[in-house]
């Protein structure tokens, strides 16, 4: 089992910044991808951006360029760091990681509120 707990998120102005962090414990020698989900009001989870146990990463278009996805292994912790936040941006983040048994793991989630 792992356990996540996401952190870092808050009222913001458009343009302005956070970084988000997920601290995993448990069984966290298992994990092997970690990725950052949203999903806004009224709409479905959509990725946001992934990386892998090597560092390879992916990114949503909507965030290509704004925000970069990182991970520190020895602290176990996921971060995302958000730039040049738009309104749309506006949803609750969910950290999530696979881990080396195909199990998928969800942290409660953390609102980032992006104002005009």
């Known amino acids: 089992q792992v356990q996540l707990v996401e952190s870092g998120g808050g009222l913001v102005q458009a343009g302005g910044s956070l970084r988000l962090s997920c601290a995993a414990s448990?069984?966290?020698?298992?994990?092997?991808?970690m990725a950052w989900y949203r999903q806004a009001p009224g709409k479905g989870r959509e990725l946001v951006a992934g990386i892998s146990s090597t560092g390879s990463r992916n990114y949503a278009d909507a965030v290509k360029g704004r925000f970069i996805i990182s991970r520190d292994n020895a602290k176990n912790t996921l971060y995302l760091q958000m730039n040049s936040l738009k309104i749309e941006d506006t949803a609750v983040y969910y950290c999530?990681?696979?881990?080396?048994?195909?199990?998928?793991?969800w942290g409660k989630g953390t609102l980032v509120t992006v104002s005009s």
């Open positions: 448990g069984n966290t020698v298992s994990i092997h991808t």
């Open positions: 999530s990681v696979d881990d080396s048994y195909l199990r998928t793991y």
